[in-house]
């Protein structure tokens, strides 16, 4: 069983569309991390939040830490095809640099 | 310059054979770990060091050993290659505290025939 869950798993849409990417787990983390993949690469950190209900924006990319710090959320407003690739999101408990990383979400933008 | 460097990128070998993987970060940083993707992308942490002690070990076969000659290179030796160790193996860098940004390597390829 995996801590962190993420949905969906797969993610196909148009240019322009809006979407939200989830990341839930019952545990705490003491702090929770995006990351996007990109075929054949290592992932590459996007944001960490570490307070509850802590909401950070990078470009179109507006990130959400749940109050309890249990889950988050990737919103990515009006796609383009360079924001397709593997999204992940990992927590770190008790502030040690141990992260569980979750299931994953796959993001096809077409043009 | 590359933060995070491992080689080989692609290792293709047979059941029950020894191999190894080098990482090496120039950033400085002094916890490094290594993690395994396997084909459906589930990132999972196997080995995490800082400043050359063991820190973390996943409860991963023994068949697997990391060693840190220095603070700038984990090496994952493999012992017994078993066909389920084909994965994508990732090593990461990362400074001393759990917000710090962990920078990834570019992976290596592992396929046991």
């Known amino acids: 069983t995996q801590l962190l869950e993420q949905s969906p798993q797969f993610l196909s849409i148009q240019e322009g569309e809006n979407l939200t990417v989830y990341c839930n787990s019952s545990?705490?983390?003491?702090?929770l991390q995006w990351y996007r993949q990109e075929p054949g690469e290592g992932p590459v950190l996007l944001v960490t939040?570490?307070?509850?209900?802590e909401v950070k924006k990078l470009k179109r990319l507006t990130f959400q830490f749940g109050d309890a710090r249990k889950d988050s959320s990737l919103h990515i407003t009006a796609a383009q095809p360079g924001d397709t690739g593997l999204y992940l999101c990992?927590?770190?408990?008790?502030?040690?640099?141990?992260?569980?990383f979750g299931s994953g979400t796959k993001l096809n933008v077409k043009p | 310059d590359t933060a995070v460097s491992q080689t080989p990128k692609y290792l293709v070998t047979q059941m029950g054979n020894d191999k190894s993987i080098k990482c090496e970060q120039n950033?400085?940083?002094?916890?490094m770990y290594w993690y395994k993707q396997d084909s459906k992308k589930f990132l999972k942490i196997m080995f995490s060091?800082?400043?050359?002690?063991?820190?973390i070990n996943e409860t991963v076969p023994n068949r697997f050993s990391p060693k840190s000659p220095d603070k700038a290179h984990l090496n994952l030796h493999i012992n017994s290659l078993e066909l389920g160790d084909s994965a994508v193996y990732f090593c990461?860098?990362?400074?001393?505290?759990?917000?710090?940004?962990?920078?990834f390597g570019p992976g290596t390829r592992l396929t046991v025939l």
């Open positions: 060091y800082n400043n050359k002690e063991l820190i």
């Open positions: 990992a927590g770190a408990q008790d502030n040690f640099n141990k992260f569980y």
């Open positions: 939040v570490v307070t509850g209900g």
């Open positions: 950033l400085g940083h002094d916890t």
């Open positions: 990461a860098s990362q400074g001393l505290a759990a917000t710090d940004t962990q920078y």
């Open positions: 545990s705490v983390f003491s702090s």
